[in-house]
């Protein structure tokens, strides 16, 4: 069993940076491979990132290749990522999400068995 809390979100100007959080509890934080996701009002959840157990691989939706990086420490049981030059189109609430097979960097959200509350991220033009 996992438990995720996200964490980071706020309102940020168009071209700006933030940094969302996810702490994950447990032992075996990286015994899974994380992944990213958003979700805007009215539309379904999709992919942003995702990096397997190691931190070796990472794999990115196109809507964020170059802004975005996703990261993670696995003594502090943390993912992060870091998103920068922020669009409008970026605004959604933000979960991550824990996948027990560790070395799986997927953007299929029937793959991950953990998820989050959700962090709220509001970009204004």
């Known amino acids: 069993q996992v438990q995720l809390v996200e964490s980071g979100g706020g309102l940020v100007q168009a071209g700006g940076s933030l940094r969302l959080s996810c702490a994950a509890s447990?032992?075996?934080?990286?015994?899974?491979?994380m992944g990213w996701f958003r979700q805007a009002p009215g539309k379904e959840r999709e992919f942003v990132a995702a990096?397997?157990?190691?931190?070796?691989?990472?794999y990115y939706a196109d809507s964020v290749k170059g802004r975005f990086t996703i990261s993670r420490d696995n003594a502090k049981n943390t993912v992060y990522l870091q998103m920068n030059s922020l669009k409008p189109e970026d605004t959604a609430v933000y979960y991550c999400?824990?996948?027990?097979?560790?070395?799986?960097?997927?953007?299929?959200?029937?793959?991950?068995?953990?998820w989050g509350q959700g962090t709220q991220v509001t970009v204004s033009s």
């Open positions: 999400a824990a996948d027990a097979d560790p070395r799986a960097v997927v953007a299929a959200p029937g793959s991950y068995d953990y």
């Open positions: 447990g032992r075996t934080f990286s015994s899974y491979a």
């Open positions: 990096i397997s157990w190691s931190g070796g691989s990472t």
